[in-house]
C-alpha cells in the first residue's frame, strides 16, 4: 500500500526564508490526519506542495504513490480546499456544482445535490451572501464530489465559529465513514483534532518534530511529578520532551515505552493539546537557537 503523503529531505525556500525544512515524512494511507503547528510552522506551504500547487526547493514529495499534479488523473485523486475556502462570490450554488461537473470527470453528481439539500443551501443564491460556515460547506461539497482518493484541508474551520465548526467536521466524516477516503486537516485548534483525528503530524518551525498514530502516541507518553531533581537523574529510556522546576518540584514530560518505576514520580497520562504544546515549546525554543542557520541562503 502507498503512502497517502510521502516526503524526503522535502524543502521549500523562499529568498532567505525557510518555508519547509529537511521535512522527512510518510503518511499511511486511510487515516484522518490531523497536520497541527502554530502560525508560519509551514502547515500551508506542505499542503501546497502536496497538491502540486509549488514545486520543492529541495528533496521530493509524493501523493498516493506519485508526484503530485502529475496529470489530469492525478489531479482527480485529490481533493483540496484551500484556507479561504474560496467561492466565486458572484456565482450561484448551482454554478459552482455545474463548474465542478464539468471539470471533474469523477463528478458524483448525487452526492453533490445531496450535500446541498442537507444543508439547505438554496442552489439560486449567490455565493458571496452565504455565511462562513455556509460558504466552507460549498468549498467541502466541491471537494469530496470529486470522490477523491485524498483529501487535504488548510485550516478550514480557522474563521468559523464553534457552531459552524461542529457542522463542518459531522459532515467531513459522514463523508470520511461513507467512502473511507484519506484527510490531511492542518488546523490549529487541537481540540477539533481530538475529535476527529487518528494520526498526528506536528510541524513547528519548518520541520516535523513529531508524527504517528494518536492513540500510540498518548500511550508512550507521560507527565511526571516529583521533588526536585535534575533530568539526568531519570532512567536512560525516558526522552524528556519538556521540564519545568520550581524550589522544591520538578515536572516532566517524557516519551518513554516502559513503565514508571520510580515511587518518587507521580505519573499520568497526556491530553493531546498537552502532547502538542510539549513538542512545539521544545521545537520553538530550539528554532530559536538554530535561527542563524536556516535563514541564510543557499
Same mark, same amino acid.
Given at each position: 500500500?502507498?503512502?497517502?503523503?510521502?516526503?524526503?529531505?522535502?524543502?521549500?525556500?523562499?529568498?532567505?526564508?525557510?518555508?519547509?525544512?529537511?521535512?522527512?515524512?510518510?503518511?499511511?494511507?486511510?487515516?484522518?490526519?490531523?497536520?497541527?503547528?502554530?502560525?508560519?510552522?509551514?502547515?500551508?506551504?506542505?499542503?501546497?506542495?502536496?497538491?502540486?500547487?509549488?514545486?520543492?526547493?529541495?528533496?521530493?514529495?509524493?501523493?498516493?504513490?506519485?508526484?503530485?499534479?502529475?496529470?489530469?488523473?492525478?489531479?482527480? =485523486?485529490?481533493? %483540496?480546499?484551500?484556507?479561504?475556502?474560496?467561492?466565486?462570490?458572484?456565482?450561484?450554488?448551482?454554478?459552482?456544482?455545474?463548474?465542478?461537473?464539468?471539470?471533474?470527470?469523477?463528478?458524483?453528481?448525487?452526492?453533490?445535490?445531496? =450535500?446541498?439539500?442537507?444543508?439547505?443551501?438554496?442552489?439560486?443564491?449567490?455565493?458571496?451572501?452565504?455565511?462562513?460556515?455556509?460558504?466552507?460547506?460549498?468549498?467541502?461539497?466541491?471537494a469530496v464530489a470529486k470522490r477523491p482518493e485524498l483529501l487535504l484541508l488548510d485550516e478550514p474551520v480557522a474563521s468559523l465559529d464553534p457552531l459552524a465548526r461542529r457542522d463542518?467536521?459531522?459532515?467531513?466524516?459522514?463523508?470520511?465513514?461513507?467512502?473511507?477516503?484519506?484527510?490531511?486537516?492542518?488546523?490549529?485548534?487541537?481540540?477539533?483534532?481530538? +475529535?476527529?483525528?487518528?494520526?498526528?503530524?506536528?510541524?513547528?518551525?519548518?520541520?516535523?518534530?513529531?508524527?504517528?498514530?494518536?492513540?500510540?502516541?498518548?500511550?508512550?507518553?507521560?507527565?511526571?511529578?516529583?521533588?526536585?531533581?535534575?533530568?539526568?537523574?531519570?532512567?536512560?529510556? %525516558?526522552?524528556?520532551?519538556?521540564?519545568?522546576?520550581?524550589?522544591?518540584?520538578?515536572? %516532566?514530560?517524557?516519551?518513554?515505552?516502559?513503565?514508571?518505576?520510580?515511587?518518587?514520580?507521580?505519573?499520568?497520562?497526556?491530553?493531546?493539546?498537552?502532547?502538542?504544546?510539549?513538542?512545539?515549546?521544545?521545537?520553538?525554543?530550539?528554532? +530559536?537557537?538554530?535561527?542563524?542557520?536556516?535563514?541564510?541562503?543557499?
Open positions: 500500500m502507498s503512502a497517502a503523503v510521502a516526503a524526503r529531505g522535502l524543502g521549500k525556500r523562499y529568498r532567505r526564508r525557510v518555508a519547509l525544512d529537511d521535512c522527512n515524512l510518510s503518511i499511511p494511507e486511510g487515516h484522518v490526519v490531523g497536520l497541527v503547528g502554530p502560525n508560519g510552522a509551514g502547515k500551508t506551504t506542505l499542503l501546497h506542495l502536496a497538491v502540486g500547487l509549488l514545486a520543492p526547493t529541495s528533496g521530493s514529495i509524493e501523493v498516493l504513490g506519485r508526484p503530485p499534479a502529475a496529470d489530469a488523473a492525478q489531479l482527480g =485523486r485529490v481533493g %483540496f480546499v484551500a484556507q479561504e475556502t474560496p467561492v466565486y462570490a458572484r456565482m450561484t450554488v448551482e454554478d459552482h456544482l455545474r463548474v465542478g461537473a464539468w471539470t471533474n470527470p469523477g463528478w458524483d453528481r448525487a452526492l453533490a445535490r445531496r =450535500r446541498i439539500d442537507e444543508l439547505d443551501l438554496d442552489p439560486r443564491q449567490a455565493a458571496g451572501a452565504l455565511s462562513g460556515g455556509q460558504r466552507a460547506q460549498l468549498a467541502l461539497t466541491l463542518f467536521l459531522k459532515s467531513l466524516m459522514a463523508f470520511v465513514a461513507d467512502g473511507g477516503t484519506s484527510v490531511v486537516l492542518s488546523s490549529h485548534l487541537v481540540g477539533d483534532l481530538e +475529535r476527529v483525528c487518528d494520526y498526528l503530524v506536528v510541524l513547528v518551525a519548518s520541520h516535523v518534530v513529531l508524527a504517528g498514530e494518536t492513540e500510540a502516541l498518548l500511550a508512550s507518553h507521560r507527565r511526571l511529578t516529583g521533588s526536585r531533581r535534575e533530568r539526568a537523574s531519570l532512567p536512560s529510556a %525516558f526522552e524528556v520532551v519538556e521540564e519545568s522546576h520550581t524550589d522544591r518540584q520538578s515536572t %516532566f514530560v517524557v516519551r518513554t515505552h516502559g513503565p514508571v518505576l520510580d515511587p518518587g514520580l507521580a505519573s499520568e497520562e497526556l491530553g493531546l493539546e498537552d502532547l502538542v504544546l510539549a513538542y512545539m515549546g521544545r521545537a520553538t525554543s530550539t528554532a +530559536r537557537r538554530r535561527r542563524p542557520d536556516l535563514t541564510v541562503a543557499s
